[in-house]
């Protein structure tokens, strides 16, 4: 059905000419699910936005062809192309939020498209539209048609970004990280159906991800690609379970496993950025990653012991709307319902749980940035203020420091590092004077395998691995006996994130650090906890040591959790150990 053959794609600029993709071969037949995988800048959306003809200006395709059904897309001009896509070739983008128009309708949206491309009355094209999202797994259908995007869960509003791709009956699908932003629930149903039309619709998909469990779960083939050009291409069950190139190989050791507990993930080489002799040359005085840690072991830290670092006893977090009390009783949404857990000392304890379980709001109110309702929280043996009514002097604010989900919304943009990380050094008075501000800086990425130059940039001249190596030091500085890493590497490829959980398992055992590792990928949490608590609706299911929660969990929800994770059973063959 598609054919590339030796597609190029180049991106003029003013150090010369870029190649983005080169010398592409694939073949895709009916009803094939085609994977794309590598890191980030390998090209995979590169050869998505070409088959569509969406090459963004000034780039274009220095040479190939694309051919859909024998047809010579290369050959088309702009008014035929355009009449081509949604026709025949649709396209599902990563973020579901941004794909569909918040000010209309969801009927509104999917009747334009189907009259865009067909002559169905208004009248046909809703019925169309309640029969696609039915298709697609949305329950009463006609009535969640009146309903605007931001009224639909993550899942539901990609289920609906689907059944809009498939309005117009395409015979090619490209699915551009579909997966990425959802929980492993949300996930399973997403592949379910997407498995399902390439099957009884003979779709063809181009599926685009990082995730080689998605790889490896739903398609029938897959393209390996590194810096623009193919590593390895074949049948998936013999690209990932026995690799013949040696990135694929390193990829593939890079993956955490869900079966069991690696000691150490492998490093890929080159992953990140080069940097150059100069970048790596420049040192601060007296700055190294050795008095980094010199000066973080000798603050004023608790003594290393049993017994728990951070208790919660029956915390109730509820959220109301705008509507004052004078109307009456507020009606709230329980976002966590009689949550008791401990964190012991020196421990990590990993929290996981589907969208809208509460992991999050639990991090929150451990730091202050949400009240609870009821409960205590304890930490070190004395109850919390909760809330605002912590001070910005206690203890805590100190000894409790956060790592956030996303490197690139995490940092000012407008703050070089050197003042983003000597932040907190000021704030809490732990370095008097500048001089020795700017040392335990440089020391401080020293630390966390960044080069000391760093401190002179800006957040925007590093990739998402670098600025969550940033957040990390920023924490560090703080001297904190207590992390909460809230989905520190659910953004990151497998090669960054692989990189980022060495780097705490190092800072962990090197400090002693206690920390709540907040995920939704049970395979990581399984590489990085000693204990583990599920959370569903705001409701503990269950919670204890984490060997013995994936070797035998007790509550249903716990193993339908197991279940719904991609399969890495084939990667057995591929020498983790």
Same mark, same amino acid.
């Given at each position: 059905?598609?054919?590339?053959?030796?597609?190029?794609?180049?991106?003029?600029?003013?150090?010369?000419?870029?190649?983005?993709?080169?010398?592409?071969?694939?073949?895709?037949?009916?009803?094939?699910?085609?994977?794309?995988?590598?890191?980030?800048?390998?090209?995979?959306?590169?050869?998505?936005?070409?088959?569509?003809?969406?090459?963004?200006?000034?780039?274009? %395709?220095?040479?190939?062809?694309?051919?859909?059904?024998?047809?010579?897309?290369?050959?088309?001009?702009?008014?035929?192309?355009?009449?081509?896509?949604?026709?025949?070739?649709?396209?599902?983008?990563?973020?579901?939020?941004?794909?569909?128009?918040?000010?209309?309708?969801?009927?509104?949206?999917?009747?334009?498209?189907?009259?865009?491309?067909?002559?169905?009355?208004?009248?046909?094209?809703?019925?169309?539209?309640?029969?696609?999202?039915?298709?697609?797994?949305?329950?009463?259908?006609?009535?969640?048609?009146?309903?605007?995007?931001?009224?639909?869960?993550?899942?539901?509003?990609?289920?609906?970004?689907?059944?809009?791709?498939?309005?117009?009956?395409?015979?090619?699908?490209?699915?551009?990280?579909?997966?990425?932003?959802?929980?492993?629930?949300?996930?399973?149903?997403?592949?379910?159906?997407?498995?399902?039309?390439?099957?009884?619709?003979?779709?063809?998909?181009?599926?685009?991800?990082?995730?080689?469990?998605? %790889?490896?779960?739903?398609?029938?083939?897959?393209?390996?690609?590194?810096?623009?050009?193919?590593?390895?291409?074949?049948?998936?069950?013999?690209?990932?379970?026995?690799?013949?190139?040696?990135?694929?190989?390193?990829?593939?050791?890079?993956?955490?496993?869900?079966?069991?507990?690696?000691?150490?993930?492998?490093?890929?080489?080159?992953?990140?950025?080069?940097?150059?002799?100069?970048?790596?040359?420049?040192?601060?005085?007296?700055?190294?990653?050795?008095?980094?840690?010199?000066?973080?072991?000798?603050?004023?830290?608790?003594?290393?012991?049993?017994?728990?670092?951070?208790?919660?006893?029956?915390?109730?977090?509820?959220?109301?709307?705008?509507?004052?009390?004078?109307?009456?009783?507020?009606?709230?949404?329980?976002?966590?319902?009689?949550?008791?857990?401990?964190?012991?000392?020196?421990?990590?304890?990993?929290?996981?749980?589907?969208?809208?379980?509460?992991?999050?709001?639990?991090?929150?109110?451990?730091?202050?940035?949400?009240?609870?309702?009821?409960?205590?929280?304890?930490?070190?043996?004395?109850?919390?203020?909760?809330?605002?009514?912590?001070?910005?002097?206690?203890?805590?604010?100190?000894?409790?420091?956060?790592?956030?989900?996303?490197?690139?919304?995490?940092?000012?943009?407008?703050?070089?590092?050197?003042?983003?990380?000597?932040?907190?050094?000021?704030?809490?008075?732990?370095?008097?004077?500048?001089?020795?501000?700017?040392?335990?800086?440089?020391?401080?990425?020293?630390?966390?395998?960044?080069?000391?130059?760093?401190?002179?940039?800006?957040?925007?001249?590093?990739?998402?691995?670098?600025?969550?190596?940033?957040?990390?030091?920023?924490?560090?500085?703080?001297?904190?006996?207590?992390?909460?890493?809230?989905?520190?590497?659910?953004?990151?490829?497998?090669?960054?994130?692989?990189?980022?959980?060495?780097?705490?398992?190092?800072?962990?055992?090197?400090?002693?650090?206690?920390?709540?590792?907040?995920?939704?990928?049970?395979?990581?949490?399984?590489?990085?906890?000693?204990?583990?608590?599920?959370?569903?609706?705001?409701?503990?299911?269950?919670?204890?040591?984490?060997?013995?929660?994936?070797?035998?969990?007790?509550?249903?929800?716990?193993?339908?959790?197991?279940?719904?994770?991609?399969?890495?059973?084939?990667?057995?063959?591929?020498?983790?150990?």
């Amino acid at each position: 059905m598609l054919t590339l053959r030796d597609l190029s794609v180049v991106y003029p600029t003013r150090f010369g000419p870029f190649t983005a993709i080169e010398g592409i071969n694939l073949t895709l037949q009916k009803g094939e699910i085609h994977g794309l995988v590598g890191e980030s800048g390998a090209g995979k959306s590169t050869i998505g936005a070409a088959i569509m003809g969406l090459i963004p200006a000034p780039g274009y %395709i220095a040479q190939g062809q694309v051919h859909l059904d024998g047809m010579d897309l290369r050959a088309l001009d702009a008014k035929a192309y355009h009449k081509l896509r949604g026709a025949r070739i649709s396209m599902i983008f990563q973020d579901p939020q941004t794909s569909l128009n918040p000010l209309l309708t969801i009927e509104d949206q999917l009747v334009e498209t189907i009259r865009q491309h067909t002559d169905q009355t208004r009248t046909q094209a809703r019925d169309k539209a309640i029969a696609l999202l039915q298709e697609t797994g949305i329950h009463d259908a006609e009535a969640r048609m009146a309903e605007y995007p931001h009224q639909f869960s993550g899942g539901m509003r990609q289920r609906v970004v689907i059944a809009l791709a498939l309005c117009t009956e395409p015979d090619l699908i490209i699915a551009d990280e579909p997966t990425t932003a959802l929980d492993v629930a949300i996930q399973k149903q997403i592949l379910q159906l997407i498995r399902r039309l390439a099957k009884d619709r003979g779709i063809g998909f181009i599926l685009i991800t990082h995730d080689i469990g998605v %790889i490896a779960e739903i398609t029938d083939s897959v393209t390996v690609l590194r810096g623009g050009k193919v590593m390895e291409h074949g049948q998936t069950a013999q690209v990932l379970g026995r690799p013949a190139h040696s990135y694929t190989r390193a990829l593939m050791a890079a993956v955490p496993l869900l079966d069991k507990r690696l000691v150490r993930f492998t490093n890929i080489m080159d992953s990140e950025p080069k940097l150059s002799a100069p970048e790596l040359s420049w040192k601060v005085a007296g700055a190294s990653a050795e008095y980094a840690s010199d000066w973080l072991l000798a603050g004023d830290r608790a003594q290393a012991g049993d017994g728990p670092v951070l208790q919660v006893r029956d915390l109730d977090v509820t959220f109301y709307g705008n509507r004052p009390f004078a109307f009456g009783a507020r009606d709230g949404f329980k976002a966590l319902q009689s949550v008791s857990l401990q964190v012991d000392r020196g421990k990590v304890l990993g929290v996981i749980g589907e969208s809208g379980s509460g992991k999050s709001t639990l991090a929150k109110a451990i730091v202050g940035l949400v009240r609870p309702s009821a409960g205590e929280i304890t930490f070190e043996g004395a109850p919390l203020p909760l809330g605002r009514d912590r001070a910005r002097t206690h203890p805590a604010r100190r000894k409790i420091q956060m790592v956030f989900q996303d490197p690139y919304s995490s940092l000012n943009n407008r703050r070089r590092i050197e003042q983003i990380i000597g932040e907190p050094l000021r704030f809490f008075g732990l370095a008097k004077t500048r001089a020795d501000r700017r040392r335990l800086v440089a020391s401080v990425l020293d630390l966390v395998e960044m080069p000391q130059r760093a401190m002179l940039k800006y957040p925007h001249q590093f990739s998402g691995g670098q600025r969550q190596r940033i957040a990390v030091a920023r924490a560090l500085v703080a001297r904190p006996e207590f992390l909460i890493c809230d989905e520190p590497t659910s953004a990151l490829d497998v090669s960054i994130q692989a990189q980022i959980l060495n780097l705490l398992k190092d800072l962990q055992a090197t400090f002693g650090l206690s920390i709540l590792f907040i995920s939704h990928n049970l395979a990581v949490v399984r590489q990085m906890a000693d204990d583990v608590a599920v959370l569903r609706r705001g409701q503990l299911q269950e919670s204890g040591p984490a060997e013995a929660f994936f070797e035998a969990p007790q509550a249903e929800y716990s193993r339908q959790l197991l279940a719904e994770t991609p399969s890495l059973a084939m990667l057995s063959a591929t020498g983790h150990g």
